[in-house]
C-alpha cells in the first residue's frame, strides 16, 4: 500500500504569514526571495520587492526568526540567489546577496551547503546551449 501524504500550499506574505502555520510542521521551504527593488512583484509597501536592499535584508532576519520555530527538526530551507550589481549615479556597486543572506540567518539555523551553479549556458554561434 503506497505511503500516502497531505501537502498544503499556501500563498500569503512570507514574514507574517508564516506565523499562521504550526510549530514544527515543515519539512522543507524552497524560495527565490525576490530581489528587493531589482524585481517589482507589486506596489504594495510591505512587499519585499518594493524594499531597498538594508530595508530588505532586515524583514528578510524577520522572516527566518518567525520560520525557525515551524520547521521540524532536520527541516531545509532551500534558497536560490544570485549577486547583485546596485547602480548608484554612474557607479556599479556588487552586492554579495548569497553571503548578506547567510549573514541575517539566526544562529538556530545551520548553514549546511552553498551549492555554487552557473546558470548562464555558453552558447554556440548557433544560439544552442553547448
Known amino acids: 500500500m503506497p505511503n500516502l501524504t497531505k501537502h498544503q500550499l499556501y500563498l500569503m506574505d512570507c514574514v507574517e504569514g508564516v506565523k499562521k502555520l504550526t510549530d514544527l510542521s515543515l519539512d522543507l521551504v ?11 512583484y507589486s506596489t504594495d ?9 538594508d530595508d530588505f535584508l532586515k524583514t528578510i532576519t524577520r522572516l527566518w526568526k518567525n520560520m ?9 530551507i532551500a534558497l536560490w540567489l544570485h549577486d547583485i550589481y546596485i547602480k ?11 553571503a548578506d543572506i547567510i549573514k541575517t540567518l539566526p544562529p538556530e539555523l545551520t548553514l549546511r551547503n552553498i551549492l555554487i ?10 544560439g544552442s546551449a553547448q
Open 45 to 53: 509597501s510591505k512587499n519585499l520587492s518594493t524594499k531597498g536592499y
Open 68 to 76: 525557525e520555530p515551524k520547521l521540524k527538526n532536520g527541516g531545509m
Open 30 to 40: 524552497l524560495s527565490g526571495p525576490p530581489y528587493f527593488d531589482h524585481v517589482t
Open 117 to 126: 551553479w552557473d546558470r548562464y549556458l555558453k552558447k554556440n554561434s548557433s
Open 88 to 98: 548608484t549615479g554612474n557607479i556599479f556597486e556588487l552586492k554579495p546577496f548569497h
